[in-house]
Structure formats: C-alpha cells, structure tokens
C-alpha cells in the first residue's frame, strides 16, 4: 500500500499491525515523523549531534505506540535496549 504523497510510507505496516490501528486516522503519520523530526532538528541545533543515540528509545516509542499501544510499546522498547551492547568507555 502506498501513502498519499508526503506521508512515510514507512510506517503504513503499522496499520497492520494488530486491528485497532487499521482505524488510526492517517494523518497520524505526519504527526509522527513531525514529533520525531522536531526532536532531532532541535537535538542538532543546539549542537547536540552526538547524543542523538540517547533519543532512540523516546523516538522509537513515539514511532510504534500509535499502532502497538502504550504498554506494548514500552514493552518493545525495553527489549530494543536490552539488546543493545553497552556502550564504549571513552578511554577504549
């Protein structure tokens, strides 16, 4: 399925992820890539390009709670950082 042009298509599966999100209004979509592109534009503006990493948990909830909901979302999200490996000392 394809969006209406300037929506993500990326995120269409997520109307297919489980039966409540087939209702969600599309124009959530927008709403979710602008939530999301607010944060980093202004992450980057206050120069701050180099923790956008630590933003990844926050965006991916806004991303997928929409078409998850809440409580699976946090679920997700929690294995997402789970399976991450921990990050380098600065001195290795």
């Known amino acids: 399925m394809r969006g209406a042009p300037g929506q993500p298509i990326f995120l269409e599966e997520g109307y297919r992820y489980r039966p409540q999100s087939a209702a969600l209004p599309r124009l959530w979509l927008r709403a979710i890539t602008g939530a999301i592109f607010e944060i980093i534009q202004r992450r980057i503006a ?3 390009l180099a923790t956008l990493g630590a933003y990844r948990p ?3 909830y ?3 709670a929409p078409f998850t909901g809440p409580q699976e979302a946090i679920e997700l999200v929690g294995e997402l950082i789970a ?4 990050p380098l ?4």
Not at 83 to 86: G, K, T
């Open 58 to 60: 926050q965006l991916t």
């Open 83 to 86: 399976s991450e490996p921990a």
């Open 89 to 92: 000392a600065p001195d290795q």
């Open 46 to 48: 206050a120069g701050e």
């Open 62 to 64: 806004i991303a997928i």
